[in-house]
């Protein structure tokens, strides 16, 4: 059997990330392929409730603690969920990986990029995307959508401007740096044309 394949979808919020999941189910679906759709961090129990601790606003959280947490929901969700799926050859469709802490912790809080990126690497067993869908937008416009929903921003959510300015430039360095693997999408565009856009950048993985 082959292994299956691990898509993940980052970007910053608003970008569109769990709308682009649903479009692009139904339309490997339509193609024959089931593929599960999954969420960072969270997914399984243990990761679902580090992800209601790290987004509550109401806890200080610092930021060595939170690219552990990050990390650690990360480690479960391989363990339990990721690792088995691939190895039944299944199609997994990802709302954030390893790259969201790479530019959230790692550039957004100024821990460092390859020191986060080598906890990331314990806790996953290095485990890498097949491809990863990089929804690229001004931040500006990712909070606009966001305010949009009228939710109440969580704890990361509340951050000054700087701080996704940081993130949106580290992904972009991310994704200069691993073009093969991650491909850019323009996430201002209508969700149609974002799916369209995603069907493009992956169909050297689709089957023929």
Known sequence: MNRGRLITIEGLDGAGKTTLARGLQDAL???????TPLREPGGVA?????RTLVKDPGLHVGARAEALLYAAARAQLVEEALAPALARGEWVLLDRFVD???????AGRALGVEQVRAINAFATGGLQPDRTLLLR????????????????????????D???????AAYDELA????????TLDA?????????????ALADLLPG
């Open 137 to 160: 937008i001004e931040p500006a416009l990712g909070r606009a959508r966001q305010d949009g929903r009228g939710e109440a921003p969580d704890r990361l959510e509340r951050e000054a």
């Open 176 to 183: 200069a740096a691993e073009p093969q693997r991650i491909r």
């Open 46 to 50: 243990a990761a679902e409730r580090v």
């Open 162 to 168: 700087d701080f996704f300015a940081r993130i949106a």
């Open 100 to 106: 969201s802490s790479l530019a959230y912790q790692g």
């Open 29 to 35: 679906a339509a193609r024959g392929i089931d593929a």
């Open 188 to 200: 201002s565009a209508d969700a149609p044309a974002v799916l369209a856009q995603a069907l493009t």
